[in-house]
């Protein structure tokens, strides 16, 4: 039997847990971070303009999932968005992701004509289709558009975000922002996309406040864990032997471990903000430049909500970076690669020793999550547990 749940991280993915087994498990829970917030990377604060500014990157809620948006629809009042989001490509404004009208963009009226008759020709009744699918056509079309776009676009800006050459890299990144057969301009497809009514960390707060749940930031957690060779446990510095807990760990597997296997490869951001005093700086909330040798994108925050403020707004460039244990940057992306999702299987393979501890988010499980999968994993890692306690 547990006593005790100690959770190390108040993002998304530890805040979940918390009210899970605060409310469902009736247990006394306590989330440590180390930051001076609670909300992890879907922390948001309001500048002194007055715009709602989301500090580790813009972020849109989307699911496809009906048990997240119910879960995520208990704790708070949320907003229907839907995110619009548009690439400068050679001067030109464009819809990302691509679609139709980005042919209409690039190409004379006749040529439009040929090359979509082309496309409905080559994939009748398909909604969405990969750039790597696109390049791999028979049709000379079809092939050179998926050429002109990975040149211009992908290619440059995977290489960029990634620090790393595109053909190294996993090649689910290139196919996340797939190319729409359609002119539907919506960011994501998704069933639910919605937004918090008073922001992200309203809603992470909402789901801390419970009478079993107490919170401290500010605070380091590795330091206070004890790996417990003997007995194949982990304790935490000032919480009686006797107590069973229950330690779950949510940021970085390799660092939790000391890097014994080697650093996992992570990708970091810098924000650059500037406010300017008009109502609107640009159409969209983001604007990706795949063409800029320095910054990916441009985000106007007051854009991500649906309630703004009149006469200022305030956008941030956001300008990719090598991540370096120690050097004073957060791990943001972790860089998926063949070898470095081995190094991530060596470090899962230790973690299985101990068995009270569980790992869970998108550090722990060195996975990108959006939103939506953090929630659902937390939701399952729950029920796996509660399923094996009561066995
Ligand atoms: C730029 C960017 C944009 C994004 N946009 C979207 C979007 O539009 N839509 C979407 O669905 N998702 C988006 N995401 C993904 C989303 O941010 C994640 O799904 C979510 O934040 C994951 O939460 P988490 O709790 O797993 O991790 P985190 O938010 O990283 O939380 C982990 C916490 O653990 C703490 N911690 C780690 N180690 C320790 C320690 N030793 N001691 C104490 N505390 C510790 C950290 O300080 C951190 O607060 C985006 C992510 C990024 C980076």
């Not at 082309?118 to 000379?140: C, F, R």
């Not at 960029?160 to 057969?181: C, M, T």
């Not at 707060?205 to 417990?228: Q, T």
Request: glycine letters at 6%; proline letters at 4%; charged letters at 25%.
């Amino acid at each position: 039997m547990i006593d005790k749940v100690v959770i190390v991280g108040a993002g998304l993915t530890g805040s979940v847990l918390a009210r899970l087994f605060a409310e469902k498990g009736k247990l006394g829970v306590t989330v440590l971070d180390r930051r001076n917030h609670v909300g992890g990377n879907v922390y948001d604060y309001q500048n002194e303009a007055g715009i709602c500014i989301q500090k580790y990157g813009p972020h849109a809620f989307h699911t496809n999932s009906t048990k997240v948006y119910d879960f995520i629809t208990e704790y708070g009042r949320w907003i229907p968005y839907e995110l619009r989001v548009r690439v400068a490509l050679s001067g030109k404004m464009t819809p990302s992701p691509f679609n139709l009208r980005t042919i209409d963009d690039f190409y004379s009226q006749k040529d439009a004509r040929r090359l979509k008759k082309s496309l409905e020709e080559a994939y009748p009744g398909k909604g969405t289709i990969t750039v790597t699918e696109m390049m791999a056509s028979e049709n000379t079309l079809i092939k050179a558009h998926a050429q002109m776009l990975f040149d211009k676009d992908y290619r440059l800006y995977t290489a960029k975000q990634w620090g790393i050459p595109v053909s190294q890299i996993d090649r689910r990144i290139l196919e996340r922002v797939p190319i729409r057969l359609d002119y539907q301009d919506r960011y994501f497809d998704d069933e639910y996309q919605c937004q918090p009514a008073q922001g992200y960390t309203q809603f992470i707060e909402n789901l801390l406040n419970h009478p079993g749940i107490s919170v401290e930031i500010n605070r380091e957690a590795l330091k206070d864990i004890n790996f417990d060779e003997g007995n194949n446990r982990v304790s935490f510095k000032g919480i009686s032997l006797k107590e069973k807990i229950l330690l779950v760990y949510t940021g970085a597997i390799d660092e939790l471990f000391d890097y014994r296997f080697g650093e996992l490869p992570y990708r970091s951001l810098k924000f650059q903000y500037q406010t300017h005093h008009r109502d609107s700086f640009q159409e969209v909330p983001i604007v990706a430049y795949p063409q800029d040798p320095h910054f990916t994108r441009i985000t106007e925050f007051k854009k991500l909500y649906p309630a703004g403020v009149a006469g200022v707004t305030t956008i941030a460039y956001e300008y990719p970076l090598s991540h370096v244990v120690g050097g004073g940057r957060d791990p943001y992306y972790p860089v998926l690669t063949k070898d470095s999702m081995q190094r991530y299987q060596e470090y899962r393979e230790a973690s299985k020793r101990y068995r009270n501890l569980v790992l869970c988010g998108r550090l722990a499980d060195f996975q990108y999550y959006d939103m939506d999968q953090a929630i659902e994993k937390a939701l399952s890692v729950f029920e796996g547990l509660s399923a094996n306690h009561s066995n």
